[in-house]
């Protein structure tokens, strides 16, 4: 390929910020200078809340500081070093969520984001504003201007945002289901349909696959596009050796009756001859084993290293970024770029 390739990434938080950090540096190791040019993220807003008379858009944010450097990469959500005053005063006033923290630093976020979506701005515009501050690399996208935020359904009927489910009940409470309300009505954002028809390469970063991925898929535009754009569609994995590589995957994975492993997972995106997503599955070297069997859904499985902390030196932030690196460099190749 000559040229700066066009990549789009489909992310959600923690697994999709890493996974955005690894393609950059795999276009800078390239020697893409314009990485902002070459690579587009579509990031999921179904997590999107407001608390306390703020919009938070965690994996919008998540994605923001990570690419920044200004993420705190141990906790996963928020800013690096951030202090609790006005979170402690909130707690006293008796807003908010007492289980809810919200950084100094990070409110700026969440009350810049705020007067300008009162201005009238989308969350389009907002995002590119907030993009400015910082040399991401990136373009960052948000799936949709439409607020649709996550429900989780439970078996009694009871109804949960889906931020008081993950981070009050931990995912403890089976979901029943999990629904995104006034999505069908919803359209893509500005941008993403045509980012997508445009790609040189389309990657589904590891993110959760049915409150990340799913709902940017369930936006309307956004499956018919990527069902017609002609670049590759690699996916990666975010089960490793039967388990999630972090967060709760697996209980929203077994809510909607699919097993935790990396074939099932294949197996929900589906292959694109049978009118799925895939064209090919990055699965981890423990999950060798089931190759054959995304193999035989029509997708070509590809095993590679998937592990993009190090599990011996966790705080190892050189050796996360190589692996990292090398991840995105797996998926670049896997696509053909
Ligand atoms: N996660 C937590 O587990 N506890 C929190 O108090 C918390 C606060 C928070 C504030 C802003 C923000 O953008 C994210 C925050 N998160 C918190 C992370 C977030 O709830 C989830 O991890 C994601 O939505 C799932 O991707």
Redesign the pocket.
Known sequence: MTGTPRIVVLA???GGSRFVLGVRGALRARGVDDTAAALTVVV?TG?DIWLSGVR????V??ITYALAGVNDAE????RQGDSERVNHELQEWGAG?P?????DL?LGT?LARTGWLREGLTPTDVLERMSHRWDLGARLLPMTDTEVDTIVVLHDGTRLH??EW??RH?ATLAPARFENPGIEAASAAPGVAEAIAEADAVLLAPS?PV??IGPILAVPGVREALCSTPAPIVGVSPIIGGKVVR?MADVCLTAIGVETSAAAVAALYGSRASGGLLDTWLLAEEDDALAVDVAGLGIRPLVRPLWMTDASAPSSLSASAERQTALGEAALAAAGV
């Open positions: 959600g938080g923690v999921n997590d938070l858009q965690p994996d944010d998540s906790r996963g959500w928020g969520w289980w809810f923290t919200l950084g990070d969440h889906f931020q993950w981070t931990r959760n409150v990340s967060g």
